[in-house]
């Protein structure tokens, strides 16, 4: 008999009412903003500094990922149903699903197997509204500048060539990333050269991401950079008074949303930048929502460690004044294949010569955290096709180098499954030997947090700039943006910004392209070689799989 599809467990799990999953957390049912029975918003008055402090927060990242990812987000909600077997009040605190994903290669993001949250189907298909909420702010802003380019009598004076902004849609579809927008007349605008980013890719995302409140919401909005005038000054959101326009439209998106494990343990998604491009963390305000309710919350950063990782610790950290208290490194022996040198058709063929070389790369990433002050544990996602021989030897080299590696069974078993994963990462909590620190000061010159980053989390020898880059730099220094912190932009498959280099490279020099300005947000962005903020669909995309019957029964949804 075949295990069955994600889907199909979720459809047939006992899915508590919402108010329920809200006792456990000791949150009034008045206190809820119910969006049918099952999903509801949280108020921003249930944080509690105070409370914060005092509980312990587990960061769960990843070895460089392959095509299909390696299961962080399944390893995250299979660890917080072990903690709650074991006798701890745990919930996780994850990322919304794009719907880009969904439809395209990746399929989903509410977890696998018996470790999903649910109602996966509303999660992974417009959920709370979210999404188009950011999707409608961020293009208020696109309408707002085109009509203050039109509109004569009260322009800006904004230079059409240097406007920065485009306009976002949650799809993929490559064929809106570079447009020509205002034909057929003085009517219908300025004729300029525009495009579209993937919603996830938004400014306005990584807005909501860092906001801590309405206010500071309004307020990091206005910051947008918007472009410059003919006489190159800069002109920012606020000049435009759009700050309180767009706020209105996320007064609902700002609030987390608060959902279930198939075990029925509480779970709060919020947000959902992505990682290559944007810090791939979910919202300060629902891990701190989690923090204030629950004595462990268990969240994680997109891709591999790092990049997400590094920017939860780097960015998130410092902004939201956060630390975690434990980190879990998720590897597959199928991705260690992979790093040791196995094509795609090889995934599932044993072959410790493969896990021997591709060992490297966990390797490397051990070192990474261990720059943070943080002593991973080592979560090894159990694949039907993993040999003992295999895993024994990645917790032997892992116990070589004094780090716990566990398997993972929370894909086939849940909570039960991760039992063992769950003791050894409140082990580590408790044994009080992990000080988490980031790893640059934000003070430092730009060129400098770049090289702290490439150097010692990538294993880059050096740092080369584009003449674009470099007056790119310029401009970062003339808006007084230095002292922001970097958020790479990078492939997620490689440590270096050549995808075709995986496991350990050694001997290489990444490029910075250019630069883009989240000054909104609150950090700068070096591109590393080319990066897509739109993409596209594949050959045969997941959509064609995905069907719902007369009963609204779903089917296909990964």
């Known amino acids: 008999m075949s295990f069955p599809t994600d889907l199909e467990i979720a459809q047939k799990c006992d899915i508590r009412h919402i108010n329920v999953i809200a006792e456990k957390l000791n949150i009034s049912v008045d206190d809820l903003e119910h969006y049918g029975k099952y999903k509801a918003k949280l108020p921003l008055n249930l944080i509690n500094e105070e409370k914060i402090k005092n509980n312990k927060l587990i960061l ?51 977890g696998g197997g018996y470790s999903q949250v649910v109602p996966m189907e509303d999660i992974n298909l417009h959920f709370t509204g979210d999404f188009g909420a950011i999707e409608k702010a961020n293009n208020l802003l ?47 605008g300025i004729p300029r050269q ?27 909005l206005g910051n947008i950079f918007v472009g410059f005038t ?35 343990n509480p779970a709060i998604l919020h947000g959902g930048p992505f990682a290559n491009i944007a810090q791939g963390t979910n919202t300060i305000i629902a891990t701190k929502m989690g923090l204030s309710l629950s004595e462990y919350v268990v969240t994680e950063a997109g891709f591999g460690a790092d990049l997400g990782a590094e920017k939860f610790m780097d960015i998130k950290c410092g902004y939201g004044n956060l630390k975690p208290d434990a980190m879990v490194l998720v590897a597959t022996i199928r991705a260690l294949r992979h790093h040791g040198g196995a094509k795609k058709e090889e995934y599932n063929t044993p072959s410790m010569e493969r896990v021997t070389k591709g060992f490297e790369n966990l390797e490397k990433h051990i070192e990474n955290c261990r720059k943070f002050g943080l002593n991973p544990v080592v979560a090894l996602n159990h694949f039907p096709t993993d040999s003992d021989e295999e895993l024994q030897f ?26 063992d994963l769950a003791a050894a990462v409140v082990a580590e909590v408790d044994g009080g030997k992990n000080a988490f620190k980031p790893l640059y000061d934000w003070s430092l010159p730009v060129k400098e947090k770049i090289e702290k980053i490439a150097k010692e989390i990538y294993g880059a020898d050096a740092v080369q700039y584009t003449k674009e880059a470099e007056g790119n ?37 990444v490029t910075v392209r250019e630069f883009e300005y989240a000054v909104g947000a609150g950090f700068i962005i070096p591109i590393l070689g080319e990066m897509m903020r739109m993409p596209g669909l594949p050959p045969i995309p997941a959509s064609e799989h995905m069907d719902i019957d007369a009963n609204g029964v779903v089917t296909g949804l990964s």
């Open 142 to 188: 696109a309408a707002l500048i085109d009509n203050n380019l039109q509109n004569k009598q009260y322009s800006l004076g904004l230079d059409p060539r240097s406007i920065y902004w485009k306009r976002v849609m949650d799809m993929n579809d490559r064929s809106l990333r570079d447009i020509t927008i205002g034909l057929g007349g003085t009517g219908n």
């Open 60 to 110: 769960v990242s990843a070895i460089t990922p392959t095509p299909a990812g390696e299961g962080k987000t399944t390893t995250s909600i299979g660890l917080t149903e072990g903690l709650n077997k074991i006798g701890k009040k745990a919930t996780v605190v994850l990322r919304e699903p794009s719907l880009g994903p969904v439809f395209g290669i990746k399929g989903g993001a509410a």
């Open 473 to 509: 730099l310029r401009t970062i220094e003339r808006l007084g943006l230095a002292g922001l912190p970097v958020c790479m932009a990078k492939t997620q498959k490689s440590f270096s910004d050549d995808e075709s280099k995986v496991g350990r490279p050694r001997n290489f020099t």
């Open 394 to 419: 990645v917790i032997e080299a892992c116990a070589k180098l004094g780090i716990q590696a566990v398997i993972s069974r929370g894909f086939a078993h849940g909570g039960e499954g991760t039992k």
């Open 194 to 220: 525009d495009g579209f980013n993937i919603t996830p890719a938004s400014e306005v995302m990584a807005i909501l991401c860092m906001a801590q409140n309405i206010e500071d919401l309004k307020t990091k």
């Open 230 to 264: 003919f006489d190159r000054k800069p002109i920012y959101a606020r000049d435009l008074k759009a700050q309180g326009a767009m706020a209105l439209l996320l007064k609902d998106a700002i609030k987390p949303n608060l959902v279930q494990t198939l075990e029925g």
